[in-house]
């Protein structure tokens, strides 16, 4: 039989999965608990910083600690959906296509970190800016 653990087990384990991913990480000790919070309340959030801050090396800690499936990924202007979600292969019906975007790269993680979004959101915004609602411009 499968013995669900204590909520005290629970949150036991999880200050020390946040104390291991803060260890010799100075100064970034309330990155770590928010983003902790996030990953196991299934909530997003968004880490905004100069390069070198981190925020990248924050999030692989908390995935480590916790043991969550983690996609890392560098956005660029030429990034597709299929770099994210997988590629389907028109050959399969449209059941099993359904089911590789759901077994993606990206789908498959707990937590992901998509580094440069910003950057990303910024050239698809000038690219597209004639067909988007005047609320984004």
């Known amino acids: 039989t499968y013995c669900i653990p204590s909520v005290a087990l629970m949150a036991q384990e999880f200050r020390r999965a946040l104390s291991e991913s ?13 983003i902790g ?10 880490t905004i910083g100069p390069s070198g801050t981190g925020k990248r090396e924050a999030v692989w800690r ?13 956005m660029g202007e030429t990034t ?3 770099e994210l979600f997988g590629r389907e292969d028109p050959k399969h019906s449209i059941e099993d296509r359904r089911q590789k975007k759901i ?13 440069e979004i910003f ?16 609320i984004l411009i």
């Open 119 to 134: 950057l990303y959101l910024i050239y698809l915004i000038y690219i597209y800016k004639k067909n988007l609602p005047k």
């Open 22 to 34: 803060a260890r010799g990480f100075v100064g970034r000790e309330v990155l770590i608990e928010l």
């Open 37 to 46: 919070l996030a990953a196991i309340s299934g909530e997003h959030i968004l």
């Open 80 to 82: 597709t959906p299929e």
């Open 62 to 74: 908390i995935a480590q600690s916790l043991g969550a499936h983690y996609f890392e990924y560098l």
């Open 103 to 115: 077994l993606g790269l990206f789908a498959q993680a707990e937590i992901a970190f998509l580094d």
